[in-house]
T-cell receptor, first 115, second 114 residues
Framework: GAVVSQHPSWVICKSGTSVKIECRSL??????MFWYRQFPKKSLMLMAT?????????EQGVEKDKFLINHASLTLSTLTVTSAHPEDSSFYIC???????????FGPGTRLTVT | GENVEQHPSTLSVQEGDSAVIKCTYS??????FPWYKQELGKGPQLIID?????GEKKDQRIAVTLNKTAKHFSLHITETQPEDSAVYFC?????????????FGQGTILTVHP
């Protein structure tokens, strides 16, 4: 149980284009999903918290207009990197949790490379 | 906000030895402390967690201890195997009322030599 998937697993895009990353909870309903960014050999940095049916809460320093998050259902959240630039290249990981639960389950991550 | 410090940054052990990774946290209201294992190119995997009302928890070769007074918690892996080699992250919940939002330590690269 508690399986979280992400799609795509990796993506290469040109500078200026937008990229959408999907995060799905496969066997449970996730009222809250989190989006993280991880640089090579670094820890996970929380970007935003997403609750189903409401606007995402972004961490300080994260541009909400650049990293659009949508949590339209209890099993799907999407992160769209708009007008991507090479500095947006990173490993993006989502996680999901049940309402009232402490445990956070992570997806396999998406490697984004912007050329 | 919460601050989590993790040590050591790298740890090298021989197969069969024990490995210990330590973390300290700053927010005395934190009440949930998970440990994650991350293999190269993959997402973190929850391996064990502990809540503030428990001092120790064990799951086969893995154990976690928590000292609330000192605000530190540790991961213990016994009888290490080469497949235990990975990056390990500790984390702490940020405050009592916002459970689910985690602050991560810097990570420990564990290498188990056969």
């Amino acid at each position: 149980g508690a399986v979280v998937s992400q799609h795509p697993s990796w993506v290469i895009c040109k500078s200026g284009t937008s990229v959408k990353i999907e995060c799905r909870s496969l066997d449970f309903q996730a009222t809250t999903m989190f989006w993280y960014r991880q640089f090579p050999k670094k820890s996970l940095m929380l970007m935003a918290t997403s609750n189903e049916g409401s606007k995402a809460t972004y961490e300080q320093g994260v541009e909400k207009d650049k990293f659009l998050i949508n949590h339209a259902s209890l099993t799907l959240s999407t992160l769209t990197v708009t007008s991507a630039h090479p500095e947006d290249s990173s490993f993006y990981i989502c996680s999901a949790t049940l309402s009232g639960a402490y445990e956070q389950y992570f997806g396999p991550g998406t490697r984004l490379t912007v050329t | 906000g919460e601050n989590v410090e993790q040590h050591p940054s790298t740890l090298s052990v021989q197969e069969g030895d024990s490995a210990v990774i330590k973390c300290t946290y700053s927010d005395s209201a934190s009440n949930y402390f998970p440990w994650y294992k991350q293999e190269l190119g993959k997402g973190p995997q929850l391996i064990i967690d502990i809540r503030s009302n428990v001092g120790e928890k064990k799951d086969q070769r893995i154990a976690v201890t928590l000292n609330k007074t000192a605000k530190h918690f540790s991961l213990h892996i016994t009888e290490t195997q080469p497949e235990d080699s990975a990056v390990y992250f500790c984390a702490a919940s940020e405050g009592f009322w916002s459970y689910g939002k985690l602050t991560f330590g810097q990570g420990t690269i564990l290498t188990v030599h056969p």
